[in-house]
């Protein structure tokens, strides 16, 4: 368990050592990187972390993550998240829940049903559990609600 939160890590003076010690965690399975502001961090991989925290950084893609094949939380709220490409990166893992507060992308149409979607093993968007009506396939619900207003 690691908390390495406010330490203003993204400073270019200081983003070359930090990412030199970031890939010797490899041990790590809780690791809290809040309000540093990061950028990328996908040449890092972090094989044991389950619980990864980011919160209030500069990510602007699930591109720029680290590698995390163990993920079980992930933590991305106000970061600056454009859209939800890369999120089936993480299809594979065993993410069970997902925050992505405070990001341009929680406002893209169909959000949470394309997240659902997405990963099959999250349970929990947000803080708020998988809903029944989160799990309905996207094209189908707008067909419907299409042909309802007819």
């Known amino acids: 368990e690691l908390n390495l939160s406010f330490q203003d890590l993204g400073d270019l003076y ?35 972390c389950r619980e990864l925290n980011v919160n209030k950084n500069h990510f602007t893609s699930f591109k720029q993550l680290p590698k995390i094949p163990q993920i079980q ?13 890369g999120i089936s990166d993480f299809r594979h893992t065993p993410l069970e829940s997902l925050i992505l507060k405070r990001n341009p992308c929680e406002f893209q149409e ?12 999250l349970k929990s968007l947000d803080g708020i559990p998988k809903l029944p009506e989160d799990c309905s396939p996207p094209e189908t619900r707008g067909f419907f609600r299409m042909c309802t207003i007819l």
């Open 14 to 48: 200081q983003v070359e050592n930090f990412k030199r010690i970031l890939r010797r965690l490899i041990r790590v399975e809780r690791l809290w990187l809040v309000d540093n502001s990061l950028t990328d961090l996908s040449a890092i991989r972090l094989p044991r």
């Open 73 to 85: 939380h992930l933590s991305l709220a106000e970061n600056n998240i454009l859209t939800l490409s």
């Open 110 to 121: 169909r959000y949470r049903q394309l997240v659902f979607s997405s990963l099959p093993n």
